[in-house]
Structures are given as structure tokens and as C-alpha cells.
């Protein structure tokens, strides 16, 4: 089997097909991608450490700030962050050019006469100022983006496969979602949710795997980009999803008081900011019924800040990619939070990752087993 033969077979109708050269072009992008992340970034950390030993970045009240400046005059970091953001650019430019050549048909795909779920928008919408103020991952438009079609949330579909191909579900990019429906299922094992939300849901690549998990539950996802849940819908739909999407915020959703056993989200809260933070964790708590499941489920990289290299990453990540609340949410004290938020029995770890929640071995501990091996997550009941 080809890798063209491979993708397919793990993909849907609407995730945009490359031809020939769109494809070469997106491997490209895709391989220069690791090449920065794998061969370059690596050799900046080691001239880090070397700056960090010899004491030259440490006379100062910020460390972080300091080796920045020692760092910014050598030739080979300023190189690493042109290529870190341009070929994020690129990713971007490939996959918008494929998609833009492919709109009508992804439009006309998009239209059901009997639709399993639903999709709701509100014109009258306000997009958060962190998401609006910044175009998140460098994605042009950002996750808000509405020109009234589903193109933006092709873009962000099609894109996200190309950056993590392979490593994160294959071509549906749904590891994430079947890893917290495993994280349920792992502390609640006889569970049967009637109502499960996902926050922030984005093209719904997180949400399918909770109706798949599920199939009798009423799943539903919410998000701020009227396209991308437009796409949404129409993905979820040639998956043989019943999603319900609708336009919101994740800080106050228009759902009633305890109207879900279930509320989740998957790597929402570094999109946002300090106090969006709190205010989803609060939401959270009032739309689950007693006793209902919160899952936060984030990237493992989850620190305290003392490693002054790991410092300065993090802060030329959320600079360099656009990642709003980066630093914030991997350095958040997740137990105080939740705690703080209502939620009793709050349990903060890694989850092993799992391909499918029922399967798939549910191992959920302190330390985590590595980018994409396992996720950070906080839960708690109501």
C-alpha cells in the first residue's frame, strides 16, 4: 500500500485531496517542519546549556530574558526562529492553495437533505479577543474566521494532518479525543453518559471519538469559528457522527445548569488565556449534572518553570506560533484550579494514548511517557 493508499484509508470525503505536486509540496513543508523541530532546535538548547554553564546568562533578575539577548546575536538562533515561523507560514500557504482550488466541491459536500446532527452559528457572535488578536499557530484568519463557508475549518483540518501526520491518528488527527474518552472510561468504567460537550471543539476531530465511544449518547461540540463548525458538522456527518455543533465561547455556553454528564475539552485551554481559564473550568462545573466528569485534557509538557532554557521555549513558542496562553497553561497549578472551580475528586496525570477508548490499554500516571505517547489531563466530578 502507497502512503497516498495509507492516508486515504484512514481519511474522509472532506479533508481536502492534494494532487501530485500539492502533495510533494506539503510533504516538503511537512519534512522541513521536523527538520527545525528535530536537528535544529536541539543544537540551540545545547548552546543554551554551554551560555547557561559559563554563567554569561544568568546576571539577571530574568534569566530567561537575559539568554535570549546572549542568544540573539549568534547567526545559527536567529536562523532557528525565521525557519521555525516561516515554515509554519508555508504549511499554511500549501495547504490554503490546495483547498482554494478544491471549494466548490468541499461546499457542495458539505450540504445534507437529512443530516444525523446539527449545526448552529450566530451572526451576532463576539470572537474573544484572544483568539481574534491573533492568528493562533499563524493559521491567516485565525480560529474565527467566517467568510460564510466551511473553508476555513478545511484548512485547519488539512493543515493540522500535515503537521502531525502519523502522529496524531493518522490523517483524522483524532488520537486526542479517543485518549479522554480512555481517561473516562478509566475512572469511570461502568459509565453511560445520556449529554457529553466538548469545548472548544474546532473542527470536531476530538468530538467524533465521543460519539464513537458512545453511539447512544447526545454528543454535542461547541467553539468561536462559525467555518471551521460548518466543516465540523460536514466532517462529523461523512464519519457517521450525530454531532450537535454550535457557535460560543467555552467561558459561558448558552446550555442550561447540570445538562451534561460529560464536559471535556482538548488542548483549548493554552489557546486561550489566564482567566478564560477559570472561567471554563467554572463553566464546566455548572453545565455537568452531580456527579458528572470534567476532563482538561492538554499537551504533556506540563512544568515548573526553573529550567531556564524550558523557559525561554515556551515563551518563544506562544511568540513564534501564536500560542496565546502557551506559558500559562503549561505552567498552571492544575489541582488548585479545579479545586477551585468546585470539583471534588480532582485527579491531575498523564494518560496513556489511546487509539480507541474501549481497546485500548488505560493507563493513567504521574509521569508522562512523551509527545504523543501520552496526554497531560485534570479531571474532577461535580
Known sequence: MTWTESAAAQS???????????????LFVRDLKLYVMQEVEPVQRE???VLLADGKARASNNPAANLREQMAGLDSFRTWLS?????????????????????????????????????????????????ADADIHLMPGGNGFDDGSLLQGAVMDRGGAVYMLGRNGGMLNDLR???????????????????????????GASTVPAAATFPDAEVHGIDVGASILR?????????????????????????????????????LLHETSPEAMAAILAESK?????????????????????DVWQELSSELEAQYNN???????????????????GFGDVKVGYQSTATDAHKSPKVFKDQSDGVFRSWFVASGRA
Open 47 to 49: 548552546i543554551a546549556q
Open 83 to 131: 525557519l521555525k515561523r516561516e515554515s509554519q507560514r508555508q504549511l499554511w500557504s500549501a495547504v490554503g492553495d490546495s483547498v482554494a482550488r478544491q471549494a466548490d466541491e468541499l461546499e457542495a459536500l458539505g450540504r445534507f437533505d437529512s443530516p444525523r446532527g446539527s449545526v448552529t452559528v450566530d451572526p451576532e457572535f463576539a470572537v474573544p479577543d484572544y483568539v
Open 231 to 267: 466543516y465540523a458538522h460536514a466532517r462529523a456527518e461523512h464519519l457517521g457522527a450525530a454531532v450537535h455543533f454550535r457557535q460560543g465561547s467555552a467561558e459561558h455556553t448558552p446550555y442550561p445548569d447540570g445538562h451534561f454528564d460529560v464536559v471535556y475539552s482538548c488542548v
Open 177 to 203: 479525543g479517543h485518549t479522554a474518552m480512555a481517561h473516562l472510561l478509566t475512572i469511570a468504567p461502568d459509565i453511560e453518559p445520556e449529554r457529553i460537550l466538548d469545548m472548544g471543539c474546532g473542527i
Open 323 to 341: 500560542e496565546p496562553n502557551w506559558r500559562g497553561a503549561l505552567s498552571a497549578d492544575y489541582a488548585s484550579l479545579m479545586a477551585a472551580a
Open 286 to 306: 455548572r453545565l455537568l449534572k452531580p456527579g458528572g466528569i470534567a476532563i482538561h485534557l492538554e499537551v504533556p509538557l506540563i512544568h515548573e518553570f526553573g
Open 12 to 26: 474522509h470525503p472532506m479533508l481536502a485531496a492534494p494532487n501530485h505536486d500539492e502533495l510533494v509540496e506539503q
